[in-house]
């Protein structure tokens, strides 16, 4: 049964969106992969891949466990969206975790800039 990865409701595995969150229903096995950290919540959005693996590195080095959603077309897995999309996707990090990712990402960002 697919799940809201917010509001944790269960749908028809049919659903793809939840209907009060707006937000793309994930698969169950997930839900038991990540619930072993509690809630996961939005660090940043990415606009493609590469830029989520790039965080999903700055991140884990600094031992934060990071989950990347992306933003598949409907009733096409693994098919990205249209090329107007500006985001690729999301990445994820334990709630708990946030504060602690927020200026992990912080702190790579301004280094960009000083470069
Ligand atoms: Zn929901």
């Not at 991140?59 to 409907?74: A, F, K, M, N, S």
């Not at 897995?77 to 249209?82: A, E, Q, R, T």
């Amino acid at each position: 049964m697919p799940f809201c990865p917010q509001c944790s409701a269960e749908y028809k595995s049919d659903v793809l969106t939840c209907s009060d969150c707006q937000v793309q229903l994930v698969p169950e096995p997930i839900q038991i992969e990540i619930t072993e950290y509690g809630d996961w919540c939005v660090v940043e959005s990415v606009p493609n891949e590469l830029a989520a693996n790039i965080l999903q590195g700055v991140l884990e080095e600094e031992g934060i466990p990071v989950y990347l959603r992306c933003h598949d077309v409907p009733y096409h897995p693994g098919v990205k969206g249209s090329p107007t999309q500006s985001e690729w996707g999301d990445v994820l990090v334990p709630n708990n975790l946030l504060p602690q990712a927020q200026k992990s990402l912080k702190t790579y960002f301004d280094s960009l800039q000083e470069v």
